[in-house]
């Protein structure tokens, strides 16, 4: 079965510019994540989907970034007025709600963005 | 708040053992997880603790102390793919809260 996909896998911006990551989740997973994640870096929680709904926003950086889910499904991260800190490999992961006492998170291979 | 604390960087050597510490300090507590990732590479599950106590699974095993805030990865006859970073992450109280990762232990092993 298809694991959890990011699109685009790198994204070369210039300062400034606008730039829209997606994100589809393993299929029937309910919740969705997005981390951030700077070279040689933990992951850096930014925002969490339950369903279609965003429980918690609270990892979002600033108001240029912005978050949806639509369809209990794809999810796009949305980040305007690109600066150079932005700069960072974005992490996506899926989890079913509750499975066997377990919920596990399922990572995407990420999309590295370099803002230039 | 949340915080999770474990060492950046460890080192240890091919066929040994090795103890990686987690302490954690948060407003709702519900589970812990260990990750695995490679360099470049999305991390992968290792483990999930929910009740106190050690669970091992082939050369890798987690413990966890609730009361303590405290938990452990413990890497036994290690080999030089064990080589790279492991994450501890905590989920909150109710099983809809979102999952929070520390900042990962680098380790590097030595042949």
């Known amino acids: 079965g298809a694991g959890v996909s990011q699109s685009p896998s790198n994204k070369v911006t210039e300062k400034g510019k606008d730039v829209e990551l997606r994100c589809d989740p393993i299929s029937g997973h309910t919740a969705l994540y997005w981390y951030r994640q700077s070279l040689g870096q933990g992951l850096e929680f930014l925002i969490y989907f339950q369903g279609n709904s965003a429980p918690d926003k609270s990892g979002l950086p600033s108001d240029r970034f912005s978050a949806e889910r639509t369809g209990g499904s794809v999810s796009t991260l949305t980040i305007q007025r690109t600066q150079q800190e932005d700069s960072a490999v974005y992490l996506c992961a899926s989890s079913p709600k509750f499975v066997a006492g377990v919920r596990e998170q399922y990572f995407g291979p990420g999309t590295r963005l370099t803002v230039t | ?111």
């Not at chain 2, 050369?59 to 006859?77: A, H, I, N, V």
Request: proline share 3%; hydrophobic share 30%.
């Open chain 2, 1 to 111: 708040g949340q915080n999770i604390d474990q060492p950046t960087e460890m080192t240890a050597t091919e066929g040994a053992i090795v103890q990686i510490n987690c302490t954690y300090q948060t407003s709702g507590f519900n589970g812990l997880f260990w990750y695995q990732q490679h360099a470049g590479e999305a991390p992968t599950f290792l483990s999930y603790n929910v009740l106190d106590g050690l669970e091992e699974k082939g050369r890798f095993s987690s413990f966890l102390s609730r009361s303590k805030g405290y938990s452990y990865l413990l890497l036994k006859e290690l080999q030089m793919k064990d080589s790279a970073s492991y994450l501890c992450a905590v989920e909150g109280r109710n099983r809809d809260d979102k999952i929070i990762f520390g900042k990962g232990t680098r380790l590097h092993i030595l042949p």
